[in-house]
């Protein structure tokens, strides 16, 4: 399994590159490689760092995607995490490269996640939607159909050539509060993360990231507080969002499949 996130237009809050950094970290993944940068990234766009080190030598990281491996407890497959910057150049030959390498690590199924911008309110829960390969798999996966024509980044092209390549993929979307866009938003990786465990079938721990969206909301709603006309409009996303919700209802069928893989998880993947 291969789980992808890209920074940039497709990573707003930097909400799904996070979701990669705490997979990463929680089960010590190593790396397995990397795409080389030269040829598809403009480096007046995407510039390269310097880095001292011992305060004497200087190191330059260039922007690359990042090849990262890790087992996951309970899990019958092992994860390759992918996360780097969108490229700006060559997309097409970016996605054949990253596709071979799928390939070569016999990754069977890809996974994308992505954050963007969206009118709705912090202070509700996460909206969180998707798209698959097929219409049996979006449906157990409770994804909603999306009619959604328009512009489209690194994410939604890498997922289309994975399909193309018969590799069955994936796309978890999370939505980030557009007048609170800037990074963190653990509120929205944490969302994602608990997607994604429905999508595994598979316990992720999520270790002080509840704590941390739970203060990042009464952050935002203390200083949303303090301008009258910016509570005013939490206040009408609140109400319209609130009214969303109870037009589209969760059946009470979908919620004992969701509880039913919730106890699943809880008990190591045994039926």
């Known amino acids: 399994m291969m789980v992808v996130a890209f920074e940039g237009w497709n990573d707003a809050g930097e909400a799904a590159s996070a979701a990669i950094e705490h997979l990463q970290l929680t089960w010590e993944a190593t790396a397995v490689g990397e795409l080389s940068s030269d040829g598809y990234y403009d480096f007046q766009v995407s510039r390269p760092t310097v880095h001292m080190v011992d305060g004497v030598t200087r190191r330059i990281d260039w922007p690359t995607t990042l090849l990262s491996r890790c087992a996951a407890p309970g899990f019958d497959h ?6 780097g910057p969108e490229p700006n150049l060559h997309w097409r030959a970016f996605c054949d490269e990253l596709i071979g390498k799928a ?3 016999e990754v069977d199924t890809v996974v994308m996640l992505g954050s963007l911008l969206a009118d709705t309110a912090h202070t509700r829960p996460v909206r969180v939607t998707g798209s698959s390969y097929d219409s049996e798999s979006a449906e157990r996966h409770g994804f909603s159909s999306s009619n959604y024509e328009g512009p489209t980044g690194i994410t939604g092209v890498f997922h289309y050539a994975c399909v193309e390549a018969g590799i069955p993929a994936i796309s978890i979307w999370a939505s980030v509060p557009h007048y609170v866009s800037q990074s963190p938003s653990p509120k929205v990786t944490l969302a994602l993360l608990r997607k994604l465990e429905e999508v595994l079938d598979l316990e992720i721990p999520v270790g002080e990231l509840p704590e941390q969206a739970e203060e990042w909301q009464r952050t935002v709603s203390e200083l949303a507080e303090e301008d009258d006309e910016v509570s005013e409009y939490v206040r009408s996303l609140e109400e319209r969002g609130d009214a969303e919700s109870d037009l589209s209802e969760t059946s009470g069928e979908q919620l004992a499949a969701d509880f039913e893989r919730y106890l699943r ?4 993947g045994s039926a």
């Open 78 to 83: 092992d994860l390759v995490l992918v996360q």
């Open 103 to 105: 390939k070569d690590l």
């Open 265 to 268: 998880r809880r008990r190591g």
